[in-house]
């Protein structure tokens, strides 16, 4: 799909990987919706931007606020062409912790932020892609989902994480397969350890502790990394179905 001209909604899209995606799609020329809970930072961020990015403050959970964030995309932009969802939360928990069982509630948050919330923004996108006219090839949209590394080596305490994840990658298939009648592809990225506000607020020693183990490059990975890989699946009309895993050959110990 051609970038220029596009109109991308993101969410998650006022920090880390989904800010990097932003800045990289908007100097491609496309025009962007940042969907964030942090209205100081999204409304920061598309001021400096200029006319082309809006902030709409959007819990991804809630499905009157991804619809009222579609439609001010759709009002001010005209359509959707891309939905990148990059909103997430992480919480370790073993499921036996010393206070007992882990809180239903906590494993809940974090299957509805991480599995709900990108399905809710994928249904909301795609509901207006469906209407766009194809492009020479027959395009009409793509979707771009961000699971993890842990969706197939969770650690210990990553339980609840790690099954949100495995189901993105899980239902990316599924969904391509309904999808392709429309013209919409979907994909979606499987980072690994990235320099993320929620990996940089983990102690330093434990920051090294990880990037010692990791093979090529041993370092962290840059939002921009990330941002590069949404440009080309947009760009490549034969990526549609699968998971790429963007992690220089990482993978995650039991401990």
Same mark, same amino acid.
């Given at each position: &799909?051609?970038?220029?001209?596009?109109?991308?909604?993101?969410?998650?899209?006022?920090?880390?990987?989904?800010?990097?995606?932003?800045?990289?799609?908007?100097?491609?020329?496309?025009?962007?919706?940042?969907?964030?809970?942090?209205?100081?930072?999204?409304?920061?961020?598309?001021?400096?931007?200029?006319?082309?990015?809006?902030?709409?403050?959007?819990?991804?959970?809630?499905?009157?606020?991804?619809?009222?964030?579609?439609?001010?995309?759709?009002?001010?932009?005209?359509?959707?062409?891309?939905?990148?969802?990059?909103?997430?939360? $992480?919480?370790?928990?073993?499921?036996?912790?010393?206070?007992?069982?882990?809180?239903?509630?906590?494993?809940?948050?974090?299957?509805?932020?991480?599995?709900?919330?990108?399905?809710?923004?994928?249904?909301?996108?795609?509901?207006?892609?469906?209407?766009?006219?194809?492009?020479?090839?027959?395009?009409?949209?793509?979707?771009?989902?961000?699971?993890?590394?842990?969706?197939?080596?969770?650690?210990?305490?990553?339980?609840?994480?790690?099954?949100?994840?495995?189901?993105?990658?899980? &239902?990316?298939?599924?969904?391509?397969?309904?999808?392709?009648?429309?013209?919409?592809? $979907?994909?979606?990225?499987?980072?690994?350890?990235?320099?993320?506000?929620?990996?940089?607020?983990?102690?330093?020693?434990?920051?090294?502790?990880?990037?010692?183990?990791?093979?090529?490059?041993?370092? &962290?990975?840059?939002?921009?990394?990330?941002?590069?890989?949404?440009?080309?699946?947009?760009?490549?009309?034969?990526?549609?179905?699968?998971?790429?895993?963007?992690?220089?050959?990482?993978? &995650?110990?039991?401990?």
């Amino acid at each position: &799909m051609e970038i220029k001209n596009a109109v991308a909604v993101i969410s998650g899209g006022a920090s880390g990987l989904g800010e990097a995606t932003c800045r990289l799609l908007l100097e491609k020329g496309a025009k962007i919706a940042i969907l964030d809970l942090n209205a100081a930072r999204g409304e920061s961020i598309a001021s400096e931007l200029g006319d082309s990015v809006i902030f709409c403050k959007t819990d991804v959970t809630n499905t009157d606020d991804v619809k009222k964030a579609i439609e001010k995309t759709v009002g001010i932009f005209g359509t959707v062409h891309i939905a990148i969802s990059c909103a997430g939360v $992480i919480y370790a928990s073993k499921i036996l912790t010393k206070d007992g069982p882990i809180k239903m509630d906590i494993f809940a948050k974090v299957v509805q932020v991480n599995l709900l919330g990108t399905v809710n923004v994928i249904r909301s996108a795609a509901e207006q892609m469906v209407k766009n006219p194809p492009n020479s090839n027959g395009e009409k949209g793509v979707v771009i989902s961000t699971a993890s590394g842990a969706a197939f080596e969770g650690q210990i305490g990553q339980a609840a994480y790690s099954a949100s994840k495995a189901a993105l990658v899980g &239902m990316t298939l599924p969904i391509a397969r309904e999808f392709a009648e429309y013209g919409i592809r $979907i994909m979606t990225i499987a980072p690994g350890l990235f320099e993320t506000p929620l990996v940089q607020a983990l102690p330093l020693k434990v920051r090294d502790a990880l990037i010692a183990k990791l093979p090529f490059p041993r370092r &962290m990975g840059k939002p921009h990394e990330f941002s590069m890989m949404c440009l080309q699946i947009i760009k490549n009309p034969m990526l549609n179905g699968r998971t790429i895993r963007l992690d220089g050959a990482a993978t &995650m110990e039991s401990k």
